[in-house]
Structures are given as C-alpha cells and as structure tokens.
C-alpha cells in the first residue's frame, strides 16, 4: 500500500522560507516521478513542481521559478520543496503526489498529474504567509 506522507508546513512571513518534506512508503521515489501541488480556498488545485527521480530533472510553475526548489533524497525516500522568498499568495495547502504509472518526463508529470486518476496523494500540509 502507497502512503505519501508531507511534513514542514506552518506560518511563515512574507520573504521567509519553508522546507517541505514528503516520505513515501511502499513507492519507491527514485524510479518515478514525485510532485507537489497546492490549493488554496477557493481555488483549484495547481501543481507547483515535479521531479523525475531516475534523473533529477524538474519542472515548475512559473509562479514559483526561482524560488522553490524541489529534490530527493533516495536513501530516505523522500522528496522535499524549499521554499524561499514566500510570498502571501503561496498560502495553500500543499499536496505530495506520484502516479501510479510510468512518466517519461518531468514536464510530462506536471500536466499529467493533476488529471489521471491512478495517482497517489498525501494528505497534506498547510503553508500560511503573513504579509
């Protein structure tokens, strides 16, 4: 059974910094493609970035360039999201994702994700930016 765990959230102020955390169990992260999404009320769930975990390659929303960087570690199975610069509009709870197929490519992962529906998601954490 796959589980997507995320840890790190909490309330920062605008221009701080978070580190996002997601474990996975019974998924093995350096084979796939693991993503993160948020949503805020009101809105729909975007994607943020992805990582395709056999070659590091990534990919990200042009609202968060620059910004986030999202990488794995292997040994613990587990891919994080910094996040610096944190602006109030980056207030979301955000998501861990991975598919439950194979994907070729980061870009690929991005768009693909928030559509299948073979695709594991965590709980969620919630991210809080005061301005």
């Known amino acids: 059974q796959v589980q997507l765990v995320e840890s790190g959230g909490g309330s920062v102020q605008a221009g701080g910094s978070l580190r996002l955390s997601c474990t996975a169990s019974g998924y093995t992260v350096k084979n796939g493609c693991m993503a993160w999404f948020r949503q805020a009320p009101g809105k729909e769930r975007e994607g943020v970035a992805t990582?395709?975990?056999?070659?590091?390659?990534?990919y990200y929303a042009d609202s968060v360039k620059g910004r986030f960087t999202i990488s794995q570690d292997n040994t613990k199975n587990t891919v994080t999201l910094q996040m610096d610069s944190l602006k109030s509009e980056d207030s979301a709870m955000y998501y861990c994702a991975a598919p439950g197929f194979f994907v070729s490519s980061a870009s690929y992962c991005y768009a693909i994700l928030s559509r299948a529906t073979n695709v594991y998601w965590g709980q969620g954490t919630q991210v809080t930016v005061s301005s």
């Open positions: 990582i395709l975990t056999n070659d590091g390659s990534t």
